[in-house]
Protein backbone atom coordinates (compact mmCIF):
# COMPACT_ATOMS: atom_id res chain seq x y z
CA UNK A 1 0.00 0.00 0.00
CA UNK A 2 2.53 2.56 0.75
CA UNK A 3 4.28 1.95 -2.49
CA UNK A 4 1.60 2.42 -4.16
CA UNK A 5 0.71 5.92 -2.13
CA UNK A 6 3.89 7.71 -3.73
CA UNK A 7 3.70 9.13 -7.05
CA UNK A 8 6.64 11.14 -7.17
CA UNK A 9 10.37 11.09 -5.51
CA UNK A 10 12.88 13.46 -4.66
CA UNK A 11 14.15 13.41 -7.74
CA UNK A 12 11.01 13.96 -9.61
CA UNK A 13 9.36 16.16 -7.27
CA UNK A 14 12.06 19.24 -8.73
CA UNK A 15 10.71 18.39 -12.13
CA UNK A 16 7.68 19.13 -11.61
CA UNK A 17 5.50 22.55 -12.06
CA UNK A 18 4.43 25.03 -9.92
CA UNK A 19 1.14 23.86 -7.98
CA UNK A 20 1.43 20.07 -8.91
CA UNK A 21 0.13 17.92 -5.92
CA UNK A 22 2.94 14.99 -4.91
CA UNK A 23 3.43 12.00 -2.89
CA UNK A 24 6.26 10.96 -1.29
CA UNK A 25 7.45 8.52 1.19
CA UNK A 26 10.80 8.02 2.89
CA UNK A 27 12.25 9.33 6.31
CA UNK A 28 12.97 12.09 8.26
CA UNK A 29 16.86 13.11 8.14
CA UNK A 30 16.60 16.50 9.40
CA UNK A 31 13.60 19.14 11.01
CA UNK A 32 13.88 22.55 11.90
CA UNK A 33 11.43 24.88 13.36
CA UNK A 34 11.16 28.51 11.66
CA UNK A 35 8.59 30.69 13.14
CA UNK A 36 5.45 28.95 12.21
CA UNK A 37 6.93 26.95 9.28
CA UNK A 38 8.59 23.52 9.94
CA UNK A 39 10.96 22.25 7.42
CA UNK A 40 11.82 19.03 7.35
CA UNK A 41 14.48 17.24 4.54
CA UNK A 42 12.98 14.39 3.32
CA UNK A 43 15.31 11.53 2.40
CA UNK A 44 14.52 8.43 -0.16
CA UNK A 45 16.06 6.64 -2.68
CA UNK A 46 17.16 9.42 -5.00
CA UNK A 47 18.22 11.82 -2.54
CA UNK A 48 16.80 14.84 -0.12
CA UNK A 49 13.89 17.05 -0.91
CA UNK A 50 12.76 20.24 1.33
CA UNK A 51 8.91 19.91 3.17
CA UNK A 52 7.64 22.75 4.65
CA UNK A 53 4.45 22.12 7.37
CA UNK A 54 2.16 24.99 8.03
CA UNK A 55 -0.17 25.55 9.77
CA UNK A 56 -2.46 27.27 8.07
CA UNK A 57 -1.95 24.54 5.30
CA UNK A 58 -2.33 21.36 7.58
CA UNK A 59 -5.12 20.22 9.99
CA UNK A 60 -4.50 21.33 13.93
CA UNK A 61 -3.57 17.45 15.13
CA UNK A 62 -1.50 16.78 11.69
CA UNK A 63 0.94 19.80 12.74
CA UNK A 64 1.09 18.79 16.04
CA UNK A 65 1.82 15.57 14.89
CA UNK A 66 4.66 17.13 12.76
CA UNK A 67 6.12 19.05 15.75
CA UNK A 68 6.68 15.62 17.82
CA UNK A 69 7.59 13.16 15.26
CA UNK A 70 11.18 12.62 15.62
CA UNK A 71 13.87 12.07 12.84
CA UNK A 72 14.79 8.99 11.17
CA UNK A 73 11.22 7.77 11.37
CA UNK A 74 9.33 6.87 8.10
CA UNK A 75 6.62 9.30 6.65
CA UNK A 76 4.20 9.43 4.33
CA UNK A 77 3.86 12.91 2.50
CA UNK A 78 1.37 14.40 0.41
CA UNK A 79 1.89 18.39 -0.76
CA UNK A 80 1.83 21.09 -3.59
CA UNK A 81 5.10 21.84 -5.10
CA UNK A 82 6.26 25.56 -4.99
CA UNK A 83 9.51 26.55 -6.43
CA UNK A 84 11.52 29.09 -4.10
CA UNK A 85 15.39 29.82 -5.13
CA UNK A 86 15.94 29.45 -1.21
CA UNK A 87 15.03 25.83 -0.94
CA UNK A 88 17.74 23.18 -1.94
CA UNK A 89 17.17 22.15 -5.28
CA UNK A 90 15.39 25.04 -5.89
CA UNK A 91 12.13 23.20 -4.54
CA UNK A 92 9.72 22.29 -1.93
CA UNK A 93 6.75 20.82 -0.78
CA UNK A 94 3.89 22.50 0.89
CA UNK A 95 2.11 19.53 3.28
CA UNK A 96 -1.45 18.96 2.61
CA UNK A 97 -1.22 15.79 4.49
CA UNK A 98 1.72 13.93 7.03
CA UNK A 99 1.65 10.21 8.09
CA UNK A 100 3.77 8.00 10.44
CA UNK A 101 4.57 5.08 9.12
CA UNK A 102 6.92 4.03 11.80
CA UNK A 103 7.98 6.01 13.92
CA UNK A 104 11.75 6.38 15.11
CA UNK A 105 13.08 6.72 18.91
CA UNK A 106 15.51 9.98 19.87
CA UNK A 107 18.04 9.64 17.14
CA UNK A 108 21.11 8.66 19.12
CA UNK A 109 23.55 10.47 16.68
CA UNK A 110 23.90 14.17 18.23
CA UNK A 111 25.91 16.71 16.62
CA UNK A 112 29.00 15.63 19.16
CA UNK A 113 28.98 12.05 18.20
CA UNK A 114 29.26 13.03 14.91
CA UNK A 115 32.84 14.18 16.04
CA UNK A 116 33.59 10.87 17.40
CA UNK A 117 34.58 8.46 14.15
CA UNK A 118 34.53 5.09 16.42
CA UNK A 119 31.33 6.08 17.50
CA UNK A 120 29.68 6.05 14.29
CA UNK A 121 31.46 3.19 13.54
CA UNK A 122 29.86 1.25 16.76
CA UNK A 123 26.46 2.67 15.51
CA UNK A 124 27.02 1.32 11.38
CA UNK A 125 23.90 0.03 11.19
CA UNK A 126 22.00 3.43 12.11
CA UNK A 127 24.95 6.11 10.93
CA UNK A 128 24.94 4.40 7.30
CA UNK A 129 21.91 6.47 6.82
CA UNK A 130 23.97 9.56 6.91
CA UNK A 131 24.66 11.99 3.49
CA UNK A 132 28.37 11.03 3.60
CA UNK A 133 28.28 7.35 4.02
CA UNK A 134 25.34 6.96 1.83
CA UNK A 135 27.27 9.15 -1.30
CA UNK A 136 30.41 7.36 -0.60
CA UNK A 137 28.24 3.64 -1.04
CA UNK A 138 26.33 4.82 -3.75
CA UNK A 139 29.55 5.76 -5.51
CA UNK A 140 30.64 2.39 -4.16
CA UNK A 141 27.60 0.18 -6.25
CA UNK A 142 28.14 2.40 -9.43
CA UNK A 143 32.26 1.56 -9.05
CA UNK A 144 31.53 -2.07 -8.65
CA UNK A 145 29.01 -1.95 -11.81
CA UNK A 146 31.64 -0.25 -14.15
CA UNK A 147 34.27 -3.08 -12.53
CA UNK A 148 31.75 -5.84 -13.98
CA UNK A 149 30.71 -3.99 -17.24
CA UNK A 150 34.29 -3.32 -18.19
CA UNK A 151 34.54 -7.49 -18.07
CA UNK A 152 31.11 -8.02 -19.84
CA UNK A 153 32.12 -5.74 -22.27
CA UNK A 154 35.37 -7.55 -23.38
CA UNK A 155 33.75 -10.81 -23.13
CA UNK A 156 35.40 -12.49 -19.56
CA UNK A 157 33.34 -14.93 -18.24
CA UNK A 158 31.80 -14.25 -14.72
CA UNK A 159 33.06 -17.10 -12.45
CA UNK A 160 32.12 -17.35 -8.35
CA UNK A 161 34.74 -19.08 -6.34
CA UNK A 162 34.27 -20.86 -3.03
CA UNK A 163 34.62 -19.23 0.26
CA UNK A 164 36.12 -22.17 1.64
CA UNK A 165 39.32 -24.05 0.84
CA UNK A 166 42.15 -25.91 2.22
CA UNK A 167 44.94 -24.18 1.36
CA UNK A 168 46.96 -20.83 0.96
CA UNK A 169 47.22 -18.16 -1.80
CA UNK A 170 48.95 -15.68 -0.63
CA UNK A 171 50.71 -17.21 2.69
CA UNK A 172 49.64 -19.59 5.63
CA UNK A 173 49.99 -16.10 7.66
CA UNK A 174 46.98 -14.62 7.07
CA UNK A 175 44.64 -17.87 6.85
CA UNK A 176 41.24 -17.56 9.18
CA UNK A 177 40.66 -21.76 10.28
CA UNK A 178 37.03 -22.27 10.66
CA UNK A 179 36.04 -26.08 11.76
CA UNK A 180 35.00 -27.43 9.03
CA UNK A 181 33.07 -30.27 10.47
CA UNK A 182 35.62 -32.66 11.85
CA UNK A 183 38.07 -31.22 9.68
CA UNK A 184 40.25 -27.93 9.30
CA UNK A 185 39.18 -25.16 6.59
CA UNK A 186 40.27 -21.63 5.70
CA UNK A 187 38.44 -18.89 4.74
CA UNK A 188 39.06 -18.13 1.01
CA UNK A 189 42.10 -15.17 0.54
CA UNK A 190 41.93 -14.81 -3.35
CA UNK A 191 39.93 -16.64 -5.84
CA UNK A 192 42.67 -17.27 -8.09
CA UNK A 193 43.52 -20.50 -7.90
CA UNK A 194 39.58 -21.48 -9.10
CA UNK A 195 40.40 -18.87 -11.83
CA UNK A 196 43.69 -20.56 -13.31
CA UNK A 197 41.48 -23.88 -13.32
CA UNK A 198 38.52 -21.96 -14.90
CA UNK A 199 40.45 -20.09 -17.66
CA UNK A 200 41.04 -23.62 -19.76
CA UNK A 201 37.57 -23.85 -19.84
CA UNK A 202 36.45 -19.82 -20.90
CA UNK A 203 39.36 -18.16 -21.53
CA UNK A 204 39.01 -15.49 -19.74
CA UNK A 205 37.08 -14.62 -16.12
CA UNK A 206 36.91 -12.85 -13.45
CA UNK A 207 35.58 -12.48 -9.98
CA UNK A 208 34.07 -9.90 -7.79
CA UNK A 209 34.01 -11.27 -4.33
CA UNK A 210 35.04 -11.07 -0.11
CA UNK A 211 38.69 -12.32 0.45
CA UNK A 212 39.86 -12.81 4.14
CA UNK A 213 43.09 -12.18 5.82
CA UNK A 214 43.85 -12.64 9.54
CA UNK A 215 46.30 -9.57 9.49
CA UNK A 216 46.33 -7.82 12.76
CA UNK A 217 47.96 -4.97 11.42
CA UNK A 218 45.89 -1.95 12.41
CA UNK A 219 46.05 0.21 9.43
CA UNK A 220 44.29 2.61 7.60
CA UNK A 221 43.91 0.48 4.63
CA UNK A 222 44.00 -3.20 5.78
CA UNK A 223 40.10 -4.87 6.03
CA UNK A 224 40.29 -8.48 7.68
CA UNK A 225 37.26 -9.03 4.96
CA UNK A 226 37.37 -6.93 1.92
CA UNK A 227 36.03 -7.04 -1.61
CA UNK A 228 38.65 -8.34 -4.41
CA UNK A 229 37.97 -8.02 -8.25
CA UNK A 230 40.18 -10.41 -9.62
CA UNK A 231 40.81 -11.12 -13.21
CA UNK A 232 42.84 -14.37 -15.14
CA UNK A 233 43.27 -14.31 -19.05
CA UNK A 234 44.96 -17.61 -20.78
CA UNK A 235 47.69 -16.77 -23.40
CA UNK A 236 48.16 -13.18 -21.63
CA UNK A 237 51.95 -12.51 -20.89
CA UNK A 238 52.46 -10.08 -17.65
CA UNK A 239 52.76 -6.90 -20.11
CA UNK A 240 49.13 -7.76 -21.29
CA UNK A 241 47.64 -8.19 -17.95
CA UNK A 242 48.76 -4.27 -17.04
CA UNK A 243 47.55 -3.21 -19.94
CA UNK A 244 43.30 -4.84 -18.72
CA UNK A 245 44.19 -3.07 -15.40
CA UNK A 246 45.13 0.21 -17.19
CA UNK A 247 42.06 0.20 -19.23
CA UNK A 248 39.75 -1.48 -16.34
CA UNK A 249 41.00 1.07 -14.03
CA UNK A 250 40.28 4.26 -16.53
CA UNK A 251 36.96 2.91 -17.23
CA UNK A 252 35.31 2.43 -14.42
CA UNK A 253 36.86 6.21 -12.75
CA UNK A 254 35.47 7.19 -16.35
CA UNK A 255 31.65 6.07 -15.71
CA UNK A 256 31.67 7.36 -11.83
CA UNK A 257 32.99 10.93 -13.09
CA UNK A 258 29.72 10.82 -16.08
CA UNK A 259 27.56 8.84 -13.54
CA UNK A 260 27.81 10.21 -10.10
CA UNK A 261 29.67 13.56 -10.29
CA UNK A 262 27.72 15.03 -7.40
CA UNK A 263 28.58 12.35 -4.88
CA UNK A 264 31.80 12.55 -5.22
CA UNK A 265 32.09 16.30 -5.27
CA UNK A 266 30.11 15.80 -1.94
CA UNK A 267 32.84 13.40 -0.64
CA UNK A 268 35.81 14.79 -1.49
CA UNK A 269 35.08 18.58 -2.21
CA UNK A 270 36.14 18.47 -5.93
CA UNK A 271 36.19 15.70 -9.11
CA UNK A 272 39.29 13.47 -10.01
CA UNK A 273 40.51 13.16 -13.37
CA UNK A 274 40.38 9.59 -14.94
CA UNK A 275 43.58 8.47 -15.24
CA UNK A 276 44.53 7.99 -18.91
CA UNK A 277 46.51 4.89 -19.73
CA UNK A 278 49.56 3.91 -20.15
CA UNK A 279 50.59 4.39 -17.05
CA UNK A 280 54.16 4.89 -15.80
CA UNK A 281 56.19 1.61 -15.04
CA UNK A 282 59.29 1.57 -12.85
CA UNK A 283 61.27 -1.78 -12.14
CA UNK A 284 61.50 -3.02 -8.07
CA UNK A 285 65.16 -1.95 -8.31
CA UNK A 286 64.13 1.57 -9.49
CA UNK A 287 61.91 1.78 -6.75
CA UNK A 288 64.32 0.74 -4.02
CA UNK A 289 66.69 3.57 -5.51
CA UNK A 290 63.95 5.86 -4.79
CA UNK A 291 63.24 4.97 -1.63
CA UNK A 292 66.98 4.82 -0.54
CA UNK A 293 67.77 8.52 -1.70
CA UNK A 294 64.68 9.40 0.77
CA UNK A 295 66.50 7.65 3.36
CA UNK A 296 64.21 4.74 3.43
CA UNK A 297 66.52 1.28 3.74
CA UNK A 298 64.66 -1.50 2.24
CA UNK A 299 67.00 -4.55 1.74
CA UNK A 300 67.37 -5.78 -1.43
CA UNK A 301 64.63 -8.89 -2.07
CA UNK A 302 62.12 -7.56 0.91
CA UNK A 303 58.84 -6.52 0.40
CA UNK A 304 57.79 -2.53 1.06
CA UNK A 305 56.30 -1.80 4.48
CA UNK A 306 53.44 0.61 4.84
CA UNK A 307 55.93 3.39 5.39
CA UNK A 308 57.41 2.69 2.05
CA UNK A 309 55.01 2.44 0.14
CA UNK A 310 53.47 5.75 1.22
CA UNK A 311 56.34 7.61 0.46
CA UNK A 312 56.85 6.09 -3.43
CA UNK A 313 53.35 6.18 -3.47
CA UNK A 314 53.62 10.29 -2.78
CA UNK A 315 56.46 10.55 -6.03
CA UNK A 316 53.89 10.26 -8.30
CA UNK A 317 50.64 12.09 -9.48
CA UNK A 318 48.89 9.40 -11.27
CA UNK A 319 48.38 5.86 -10.42
CA UNK A 320 51.82 3.59 -11.34
CA UNK A 321 53.39 0.08 -11.89
CA UNK A 322 56.28 -1.76 -9.94
CA UNK A 323 57.02 -4.25 -11.85
CA UNK A 324 59.75 -7.56 -11.37
CA UNK A 325 59.38 -7.84 -7.51
CA UNK A 326 62.65 -10.42 -5.80
CA UNK A 327 61.29 -13.73 -5.98
CA UNK A 328 61.56 -13.73 -2.13
CA UNK A 329 59.12 -10.72 -2.26
CA UNK A 330 56.30 -12.83 -4.16
CA UNK A 331 54.16 -15.86 -3.56
CA UNK A 332 55.38 -19.04 -5.24
CA UNK A 333 53.04 -18.89 -8.03
CA UNK A 334 54.84 -15.90 -9.49
CA UNK A 335 57.19 -16.87 -12.65
CA UNK A 336 60.44 -16.15 -12.65
CA UNK A 337 61.73 -13.71 -15.34
CA UNK A 338 64.01 -16.07 -17.66
CA UNK A 339 66.21 -12.78 -18.74
CA UNK A 340 66.65 -12.51 -15.08
CA UNK A 341 65.32 -15.77 -12.72
CA UNK A 342 66.14 -13.81 -9.64
CA UNK A 343 62.88 -11.19 -10.13
CA UNK A 344 59.55 -11.96 -11.07
CA UNK A 345 57.10 -11.11 -14.39
CA UNK A 346 54.53 -9.25 -11.59
CA UNK A 347 53.47 -5.68 -11.02
CA UNK A 348 51.85 -4.17 -7.88
CA UNK A 349 49.53 -0.92 -9.37
CA UNK A 350 49.72 2.00 -6.69
CA UNK A 351 47.52 5.19 -6.40
CA UNK A 352 49.34 8.21 -6.12
CA UNK A 353 49.56 10.67 -3.24
CA UNK A 354 50.15 8.23 -0.57
CA UNK A 355 47.36 6.05 -0.57
CA UNK A 356 49.23 2.91 -2.17
CA UNK A 357 48.83 -0.03 -3.39
CA UNK A 358 45.78 -1.03 -5.49
CA UNK A 359 46.11 -3.92 -7.30
CA UNK A 360 48.96 -6.82 -7.44
CA UNK A 361 49.66 -9.37 -10.25
CA UNK A 362 51.67 -10.80 -12.81
CA UNK A 363 52.32 -14.04 -14.78
CA UNK A 364 51.62 -17.72 -13.49
CA UNK A 365 54.19 -20.51 -13.65
CA UNK A 366 52.20 -22.86 -16.28
CA UNK A 367 54.67 -25.79 -16.50
CA UNK A 368 54.54 -28.47 -13.60
CA UNK A 369 58.27 -29.34 -12.93
CA UNK A 370 59.01 -25.22 -12.58
CA UNK A 371 55.90 -25.15 -10.10
CA UNK A 372 56.39 -28.10 -8.10
CA UNK A 373 60.05 -26.67 -7.94
CA UNK A 374 59.27 -23.67 -7.04
CA UNK A 375 56.93 -25.34 -4.25
CA UNK A 376 59.73 -26.84 -2.47
CA UNK A 377 62.00 -24.07 -2.98
CA UNK A 378 59.52 -22.17 -0.77
CA UNK A 379 59.35 -24.74 1.72
CA UNK A 380 55.43 -25.77 1.41
CA UNK A 381 54.11 -28.88 0.54
CA UNK A 382 52.72 -30.35 -2.63
CA UNK A 383 50.27 -32.83 -1.45
CA UNK A 384 48.47 -29.54 -0.48
CA UNK A 385 48.49 -27.97 -3.93
CA UNK A 386 47.77 -31.01 -5.56
CA UNK A 387 44.44 -30.13 -8.21
CA UNK A 388 46.58 -26.42 -8.82
CA UNK A 389 49.66 -28.52 -9.58
CA UNK A 390 47.84 -30.99 -11.87
CA UNK A 391 46.26 -28.16 -13.96
CA UNK A 392 49.61 -28.18 -15.24
CA UNK A 393 49.26 -31.96 -16.68
CA UNK A 394 46.71 -30.78 -18.97
CA UNK A 395 46.94 -27.71 -21.78
CA UNK A 396 47.59 -25.08 -19.22
CA UNK A 397 48.74 -22.36 -21.25
CA UNK A 398 50.97 -18.87 -20.61
CA UNK A 399 48.58 -17.03 -18.10
CA UNK A 400 48.24 -13.63 -16.14
CA UNK A 401 46.05 -12.54 -13.73
CA UNK A 402 45.62 -9.85 -10.98
CA UNK A 403 43.61 -8.90 -8.11
CA UNK A 404 42.08 -5.50 -7.13
CA UNK A 405 40.80 -4.56 -3.92
CA UNK A 406 37.82 -2.07 -3.67
CA UNK A 407 37.95 -0.58 -1.02
CA UNK A 408 41.56 0.50 -1.06
CA UNK A 409 40.61 1.91 -4.93
CA UNK A 410 37.61 3.65 -2.80
CA UNK A 411 39.79 4.99 0.01
CA UNK A 412 42.25 6.69 -3.01
CA UNK A 413 39.36 8.43 -5.06
CA UNK A 414 37.58 9.59 -2.31
CA UNK A 415 40.41 10.99 -0.31
CA UNK A 416 39.08 8.48 2.64
CA UNK A 417 41.54 8.87 5.68
CA UNK A 418 40.36 5.50 6.75
CA UNK A 419 39.58 2.01 4.35
CA UNK A 420 37.06 1.20 6.92
CA UNK A 421 34.76 4.50 5.09
CA UNK A 422 34.78 2.54 2.12
CA UNK A 423 32.50 -0.63 3.23
CA UNK A 424 29.40 -0.90 4.49
CA UNK A 425 29.97 -3.24 7.53
CA UNK A 426 33.96 -3.11 7.98
CA UNK A 427 35.81 -5.59 9.61
CA UNK A 428 38.73 -5.33 11.27
CA UNK A 429 40.78 -6.89 13.71
CA UNK A 430 38.84 -4.90 16.54
CA UNK A 431 35.42 -4.76 15.01
CA UNK A 432 33.11 -7.57 14.19
CA UNK A 433 30.02 -5.59 15.17
CA UNK A 434 27.42 -4.35 14.08
O1 LIG B 1 47.40 -10.35 -1.72
S1 LIG B 1 47.28 -9.58 -2.92
O2 LIG B 1 48.32 -8.59 -3.09
N1 LIG B 1 47.24 -10.54 -4.21
C1 LIG B 1 46.39 -11.58 -4.34
O3 LIG B 1 45.59 -11.93 -3.51
C2 LIG B 1 46.43 -12.29 -5.69
N2 LIG B 1 46.17 -13.71 -5.47
C3 LIG B 1 45.37 -11.66 -6.57
C4 LIG B 1 45.37 -12.22 -7.96
O4 LIG B 1 46.37 -12.15 -8.63
N3 LIG B 1 44.26 -12.77 -8.40
O5 LIG B 1 45.88 -8.84 -2.86
C5 LIG B 1 45.41 -8.15 -4.01
C6 LIG B 1 44.83 -6.81 -3.63
C7 LIG B 1 45.83 -5.84 -3.00
O6 LIG B 1 46.55 -5.15 -4.01
C8 LIG B 1 44.95 -4.93 -2.20
O7 LIG B 1 44.38 -3.92 -3.01
C9 LIG B 1 43.85 -5.84 -1.75
O8 LIG B 1 43.84 -6.96 -2.62
N4 LIG B 1 44.07 -6.28 -0.36
C10 LIG B 1 43.43 -5.78 0.72
N5 LIG B 1 42.52 -4.81 0.85
C11 LIG B 1 42.07 -4.51 2.09
N6 LIG B 1 42.49 -5.14 3.21
C12 LIG B 1 43.42 -6.13 3.13
N7 LIG B 1 43.81 -6.76 4.25
C13 LIG B 1 43.93 -6.48 1.84
N8 LIG B 1 44.83 -7.40 1.40
C14 LIG B 1 44.90 -7.27 0.06
Known amino acids: MWLNYRNSNSMDAKKREEGDKVRLIGWIASKRVHREKIFINLRDRYGYIQLVARGDMLPTNKYELVKKTNIESAIAVEGVIKRDERAPGGVEIHLTDFIVISPASEWPITLSALKSPGFLFDVRHLSLRGPKS ?66 CAFEKVFVVQPSFRSEKSRTRKHLTE ?18 VEEELLYYATSKLIERVPNEIKYVRGDLFKPPEPPFEKIKYDEALSILHNKGIDIEWGQDFGAEAEREISKQFEKPFFITHYPVTARSFYHMNDPNRPEVTLSSDLFAPEGYGELTSGGQRIHRYEDLYEKILEFGLNPDEYKWYLELRKYGMPPHSGFGLGVERTLRWLLHLSHIREAILFPRTPTRLYP
Open 134 to 199: RAIMIIRAELLRAFIEYFLINDYVWIQAPTFITSAVEGGATLFPVKYFDKMAYLTQSAQFYEEAAI
Open 226 to 243: FWHVEAEVAFATHEDIMK
